[in-house]
């Protein structure tokens, strides 16, 4: 196999490989990292999936990125250290199945990407002794994941910002309650604000003295681990070469592209449904051919998903032929008939979020939480738009319940059991930063408690 190589979305960088493209973070164009060419699975490749556990597929489905990078019996201890949780896939009904991606050390879906990133970069890091701080901004799960999985990694100092009004209790406590190398900041805005912070530093040339990466979806080493879980459930659920629908909650659109990424490596999909909440610039692009941006981003039930610009709305882009940059300004038009042939997209309000969730429990006596319940709604749409419900489905649950016990026990009248790992951090004392939405404070932030040898706190 050929190195793989990146280039930005932007295409004003030249291309890097894996090591590069994951300790950058961001391109230096602004742009995000995306593959040159998808390596490719073959038929019977994927076939032989079935008979396989899944650290066994992400090792297989990896090493086609990491040749070169990293040795194969290296990879394939990394990826038995990072998936010892289960990927459970219950049936809803004939033919429709749930994945629940709940399982990990924070119960949410992005445990699959950090778990193995910090592998990654631990290692990077510790061939060229470099020190490094993640930067990340999250929306609700993905700072639990990343703090969880960086914290205590040699070389590694974390810092999360998140929107202080926009995260439950239990997202907040799993990434508030943990000390060492992992900081967190809560910031008096949205999500988007914590974005635009967060890539902002990476192009600031007043912080080049500290070595900042990003653990965000912007990072293609977020996306390439969530390409896995799409071929473990259609080896469990298709037939070989069996075409196969999924629907996935949307916000920043990492983890629909991580269903891109195995689309383009081989992986028959039918169909990628994307629905998304009030937050709906990509179902009227994907209408009318025109992208607005919504600033600021709307609040809704499902707060991992409150994202006015999708960042990953580049890499889609790409990969249909266009060219989006950063502010969501769209240079070149991708190919919008493919792009509505293999994706269909809605937006599912709160009122709907709630009366589907009451409706699927009384219907299947399963529970789900609010970005699952906005997946199965976005399915239903798919199906009354589109009929087409003869191959398998799968409906994708990006988190536990339990991480959202006040609006789900307000919709079905009793509190979802909490797993034992979100029971320790709630009852944890918080340790955390508050700030306003301001650049040049921010800055001021990292170049005090980021420069080599200063104290996190």
Known sequence: MAKIFFRSTNGQSPGVDLREAMLAGQAPDRGLYFPEIFPQLTRDEIAGFAKLPYREIAFRVLRKFTEGIIPDDDLAAMCRKAYNFGVPLEVIHYGVYLMRLDQGPTASFKDFAAQMMAQMFGRFLQENGRQLTILTATSGDTGAAVAHAFHKIPGVRVLVLFPINEVSLSQRKLMTTLRDNVRTLGVDGKFDDC?????????????????????????????????????????????????????????????????????????????????????????????????????????????????????????LVAVYGGQMDETGRIHKQPDLAAMRRDIFSSSISDERTRSSLRDFWSQYQILLEPHGVVAWQGYLDWLAAEPGGDVPAVIVETANPAKFPEEVEKVVGWPPDVPASMTAAIALPEDYDRMDVDYEKFREYLMERHKPGASLR
Do not use: C, W
């Open 195 to 315: 974005q635009a912070m967060v890539k902002r530093a990476f192009a600031d040339p007043d912080l080049k003295h500290i070595a900042l990466s990003s653990a965000n979806s912007i990072n293609i080493g977020r996306l390439l681990p969530q390409s896995v879980y799409y071929f473990y459930a259609a080896s469990r659920l298709a037939h070989p070469g069996e075409p196969i629908v999924f629907s996935v909650p949307s916000g920043n659109f990492g983890d629909m592209m991580g269903a891109v990424v195995a689309r383009e490596m081989g992986l028959p999909v039918k169909k990628i449904i994307t629905p998304v909440n009030d937050n709906d610039s990509f179902p009227r692009y994907l209408a009318s051919g025109v992208y607005q941006k919504i600033s600021p981003s709307r609040n809704s039930v499902s707060n991992a998903m409150n994202v006015g610009h999708p960042s990953n709305l580049a890499r």
